[in-house]
């Protein structure tokens, strides 16, 4: 037995602490047991060194089933499978086997693309790789008839792409392709080539220049491509782990008709990080699109110009007039290579295109302006106290910033620094500290942009998906023809992969959280597809062992998980982060609890929790959690911003009020409710409207319940599409082309679950010869 897998020559690979994994080979091993029925087994590696082990058959021969690292040396493939398109083909099928496969194509090769089974492995090339050109895509459109083992194509976004439409167009059924991957892996640009393949496939270019091939995209296209670089303006950032970070989830689907044409695009969104607002890290910087209007703002009409009180701002740190939501992290605003007064003009190009005139851009500078100049007013201590203080007569920010919301500057003041408290029925007044004012001024800044946000994307989709094409309205028919003319989507999932950082916060929490659900949903899909394969093949088998994150899942969203507590702690007035972390562990740690296995102890004092994650221990930091939960204004701010005479932010912040309560915030087909025509469920604790478009009072929808109820529609909504899979890879932290960091993508390939796959299908037959190998053997 032990021969068999381990015989003198046998090639292995053995652990190496410089590079991750080096090649080595079997030396001797014992031919008999020793009396405590081990064997003697004895490795050289590719420095010469000798490595001696021992175990029992048994061991031996689960050998691939555990983690390597810990067993015996994995074996190595034959040469000639260094380079598989796909992974599945290895013989042996191992961790150190493809990180060599991945790594030869990538850093040797220039290959970026690997599948693994029904993945897509995407390494970023980080430089400009001419793979995506016109006559690439004309060469992938129509490949898919074939299979992919019989394409003479390399693996590639491209294919996954046209899969997806063959499928869509075979079936009938509606498809989703999910992007993953950390920050600056490669998603948003992922996507981004696969909408532009989905838009340019139908083009036969092979005899036009280019700008014909551009100009021959119908408008249709146009508009859906165009929704690109207005989402990157309004929910893209510069991070430190990459220049364009998206700060926002996105499920965009590309609508087509019987003929399968594009006919429009609906986009949903989950959870725009609000926070950035008013701060951001070192060297990172606010939303795009606040750069680009302070650089942008010399191209607008000179009567628009002062009115924004930006004209001539220097965004210098040494500049006194610098905003402070612009100026938090002491870093140079410019990002290298990028223009942001032309990007301002590519904006309002995009803007155009999806119906959104010019009067209407300016309506939102104003408030983006106003949002600026929000961040600049100052609050004091008042003399001899702690009570916050705004100097309404001298306050030229306070001035300047009510006057683009048209709020009364005195009112605004007043509701900032005092709190009406009800007692009993009478109510009155008690002082903000400055903490608290700052916090309800910044407050006030993050919902009236994540409403701007909002609002955006209900407007793109009144455009694109739900009320008819604005600039071919007469040519293409009613939304009422319309809608009954689409059939089948393809949609693009680009969701923030797993996140674990040094600090970890509220938004950490709910995209792990996101990421717990989509891996549950991807391991049971991949589960189901190993199991009809061997049906197909006749092959006996036992049910496969996969680790099932269902404990986790219901620690956090179950009846009396993390959410639930959260969400009463947000409810009451008294409750603070503290109060938080004290009922989680009282209700989570107790030696009766369910959660105890994933529910850690934290090692640093009691202000963070630590979840036992399927891809690690994650430990949260509560600081923030309940005001980013609450994430509304108090309601006198409420009444103020509703009651302003500027009609535009009345129309935004509606939106933003009724997120969660209202349908247009989940567009779906039939304009019924999610992805798909379900009904949104309603997310705990919102209250009801019998008007469509009405704000509502009563209990706010928190964050968190907002995005468990979308998250549950969309999980919901994936069930009922056919799914692809793309788990794109950070090759190194530098961000240099063509440099593999083995062990960083060995931890990348683990979170995203294609380490995971790969246990399971060795858990079955980890072993699978092409029937010609098989025979030459
Ligand atoms: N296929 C590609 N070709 C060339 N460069 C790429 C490619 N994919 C990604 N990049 C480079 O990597 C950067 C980061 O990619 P991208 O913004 O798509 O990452 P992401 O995974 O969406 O990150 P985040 O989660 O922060 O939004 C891009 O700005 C680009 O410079």
Same mark, same amino acid.
């Given at each position: 037995?032990a ?12 652990e190496?602490?410089e590079?991750?994994?080096i ?12 009396e ?8 050289? /590696?590719?420095?010469e ?25 994995p ?9 598989v ?13 493809i ?34 050109g016109?006559d690439?895509i004309?060469?992938?459109a129509g ?33 989703t ?14 996507? %981004?080539y ?33 929704t ?8 893209n950032?510069?991070?430190?782990? /990459?220049?364009n970070?998206?700060r ?41 699109i $606040? ?8 191209t ?18 040494t500049?006194g ?8 992290s ?6 290298? /290579?990028?223009?942001?007064a ?20 300016? *309506?939102?500078?104003?408030?983006l302006?106003?949002i ?9 201590h ?24 048209s709020?009364?500057?005195?009112r $605004? ?10 007692a ?5 007044e ?13 407050g ?10 909002d609002?955006?994307v ?38 923030y ?8 916060s ?5 995209i ?11 391991? *049971? ?14 092959? @006996?088998?036992?049910t ?7 404990p986790?899942?219901d ?21 603070? @982060? ?12 107790s030696?009766?609890?369910?959660h ?9 004092g ?19 959690f309940?005001?980013? /939960? ?19 932010l ?6 933003? !009020?009724?997120?969660g ?5 989940f ?10 025509g ?20 009563g ?6 319940s907002?995005? %468990?109820?979308?998250?549950l529609?969309?999980?919901e909504?994936?069930?009922r ?7 794109c ?9 063509w440099? $593999? ?32 190998? !098989?025979?030459?053997?």
């Amino acid at each position: 037995m032990a021969e068999s897998i381990y015989s003198k020559g046998t090639k292995v690979w053995l652990e190496d602490k410089e590079q991750g994994w080096i090649h080595g080979e079997v030396f001797s091993c014992s031919s008999s047991a020793h009396e405590d029925g081990t064997l003697e087994l004895t490795f050289v /590696n590719d420095r010469e060194k000798k490595i001696t082990m021992k175990a029992t058959l048994k061991e031996i021969a689960q050998n691939t089933t555990r983690d390597p690292r810990k067993n015996l040396p994995p074996l190595c493939n034959a040469p000639e499978y260094d380079r598989v398109d796909d992974l599945t083909q290895l013989p042996h099928l191992n961790e150190p086997s493809i990180l060599h496969v991945i790594r030869n194509r990538y850093a040797t090769h220039k290959q970026l693309y690997t599948y693994s089974g029904i993945v897509l492995v995407a390494i970023n090339p980080f430089t400009d790789v001419p793979i995506y050109g016109q006559d690439v895509i004309q060469a992938y459109a129509g490949a898919a008839v074939k299979k992919r083992d019989e394409l003479d194509l390399s693996p590639h976004l491209f294919t996954i792409a046209e899969e997806a439409y063959r499928a869509m167009q075979r079936d009938s059924q509606d498809q989703t392709i999910i992007v993953s991957g950390e920050s600056g892996a490669g998603k948003t640009e992922s996507a %981004k080539y696969i909408m532009r393949y989905m838009a340019s496939m139908k083009t036969d270019v092979s005899n036009m220049i280019h700008e014909e091939a551009v100009s021959s995209v119908t408008s249709v296209e146009h508009q859906v491509l165009a929704t690109n670089p207005i989402l990157e303006a309004f929910g893209n950032a510069k991070t430190s782990k /990459n220049d364009n970070s998206s700060r926002f989830g996105k499920y965009i689907q590309i609508l087509f008709d019987s003929n399968h044409t594009i006919i429009g695009a609906r986009i949903r969104t989950y959870l725009l990080e609000r926070s950035r607002i008013s701060f951001q890290q070192r060297s990172e910087r606010n939303y795009h699109i $606040f750069y680009q209007l302070c650089q942008g703002v010399a191209t607008l009409p000179n009567s628009e110009r002062a009115k924004f009180g930006l004209d001539g701002v220097n965004l210098e740190l040494t500049d006194g007039n610098s905003f402070r939501y612009l100026s938090s992290s002491s870093s140079s605003f410019k990002i290298d /290579n990028v223009d942001d007064a032309a990007n301002f003009a590519t904006t309002r190009q995009a803007l155009s295109v999806v119906g959104i005139d010019s009067e209407r851009q300016l *309506s939102i500078f104003r408030l983006l302006a106003g949002i600026l100049h929000l961040g600049n007013i100052d609050i004091q201590h008042r003399r001899d106290a702690k009570d916050a203080i705004i100097d309404c007569k001298s306050d030229l920010a306070l001035a300047k910033a009510m006057e683009l919301l048209s709020i009364d500057a005195e009112r $605004f003041a007043r509701c900032t620094t005092k709190k009406v408290i009800d007692a009993r029925g009478e109510k009155y007044e008690s002082a903000r500290t400055v903490d608290q004012a700052v916090g309800v001024r910044d407050g006030v800044a993050k919902f009236i942009y994540n409403s701007i946000f909002d609002w955006l994307v209900r407007r793109i989709n009144d455009s694109l998906g739900e009320g008819g094409v604005v600039v071919e309205e007469t040519e293409e028919g009613s939304s009422e023809e319309r809608s009954r003319r689409e059939r089948t989507f393809i949609a693009v999932l680009d969701i923030y992969g797993f996140e674990h950082f040094q600090m970890n916060s509220f938004e950490q929490f709910c995209i792990n959280y996101a990421n717990e659900k989509l891996q549950q949903q991807f391991i *049971s899909h991949v589960f189901k597809l190993e199991q009809t394969e061997y049906a197909q093949e006749a092959i @006996d088998w036992t049910t496969i062992d996969f680790s099932d994150n269902q404990p986790c899942i219901d620690l956090i969203e179950g009846k009396l998980g993390i959410l639930a507590l959260l969400d009463e702690e947000s409810r009451l007035a008294t409750g603070t @982060d503290d109060s938080f972390i004290d009922k989680l562990n009282s209700q989570l740690k107790s030696p009766s609890s369910q959660h105890k296995a994933i529910f850690k102890d934290h090692l640093h004092g009691n202000e963070a929790f630590t979840i036992a994650h399927y891809a690690g221990d994650v430990s949260y930091n509560v600081d923030g959690f309940l005001e980013k /939960n609450r994430g509304t204004v108090p309601d006198e701010h409420r009444d103020l911003l509703m009651g302003s005479t500027n009609v535009f932010l009345r129309e935004v912040v509606e939106v933003g !009020f009724n997120v969660g309560i209202d349908r247009h915030a989940f567009p779906s087909k039939g304009g019924s409710g999610g992805p798909g025509g379900v009904i949104s469920p309603k997310p705990e604790g919102a209250a009801h409207s019998s008007e469509p478009g009405k704000v509502v009072s009563g209990r706010k929808p928190t964050q968190c319940s907002v995005f %468990k109820t979308s998250l549950l529609t969309l999980t919901e909504a994936l069930q009922r599409t056919s799914l692809h899979y793309i788990r794109c890879v950070k090759p190194n932290e530098s961000k240099k082309p063509w440099v $593999f960091d083995g062990s960083l993508v060995a931890a990348q390939l683990r979170a995203c679950g294609v380490l995971e796959t790969i246990r399971i299908t060795s858990e079955g037959y980890p072993t699978r010869w092409r029937y010609e190998d !098989f025979v030459q053997r």
